[in-house]
């Protein structure tokens, strides 16, 4: 029998489920009810913790069936999901120049908006498997689907990125 705690075993899973949260809602207020809804439902949930096999799996499956559902309830209200998802650091160091930063500035913005236009699943499989180092067991434990469907949908994901990423660094040339 596992003994689990909330505060070592839950709590800490809250940065990944912020960064799920934010991936698949694009917005990060609505990130932060996510993960505070996730943990919510875990507490409520502690009679059957001894039967979870991953806590984390059981967390980032919660987390991403509420973001899902606050998304699609804001599709149906015709609320526009905003897209204020903070920026990734630039690179500060004494060798990298203002125009280098600001290039390096754009492409992370580029990427960023291709993989928010990605489909769901594969947005979601990418960042977990990316930005997670998720296997591909957890993640189709947490999306819900076969291991084969995750390779495929990161793989097309990829491909996607990739294609459009490559479109537009040659616009105009």
């Known amino acids: ?8 075993d839950v709590l800490p899973l809250k940065n990944k489920l912020f960064r ?18 996730t943990m ?13 096999e991953s806590m984390e799996a059981f967390c980032m499956t919660i987390c991403r069936n509420i973001a899902l559902d606050k998304v699609k309830a804001a599709a149906r209200r015709n609320i ?7 920026e990734a650091p630039a690179d500060t160091s004494y ?7 600001a290039v390096q ?15 769901e699943k594969q947005r979601s499989a990418m960042h977990l498997r990316d930005f997670e180092a998720k296997s591909y067991k957890e993640i ?18 990829r491909q996607t990125i990739k294609q459009k990423y490559a479109k537009t660094e040659s616009y105009g040339l």
């Open 1 to 8: 029998m596992k003994n689990i705690c909330f505060r070592d």
């Open 105 to 119: 500035r754009d492409r992370m913005d580029t990427v960023k908006r291709i993989m928010d236009s990605l489909p």
């Open 40 to 52: 919510i439902k875990v507490w409520n949930r502690r009679d059957n913790w001894e039967r979870i």
């Open 20 to 37: 799920l949260a934010l991936r698949i809602t694009l917005d990060k207020a609505e990130a932060e009810d996510v993960v505070q809804d």
């Open 140 to 157: 189709a434990a947490i999306l819900d689907i076969t291991e084969e469907q995750v390779k495929i949908n990161i793989f097309r994901a």
């Open 80 to 86: 526009a999901i905003d897209d204020n998802i903070s």
């Open 95 to 101: 060798e990298a120049n203002p125009e280098e930063q």
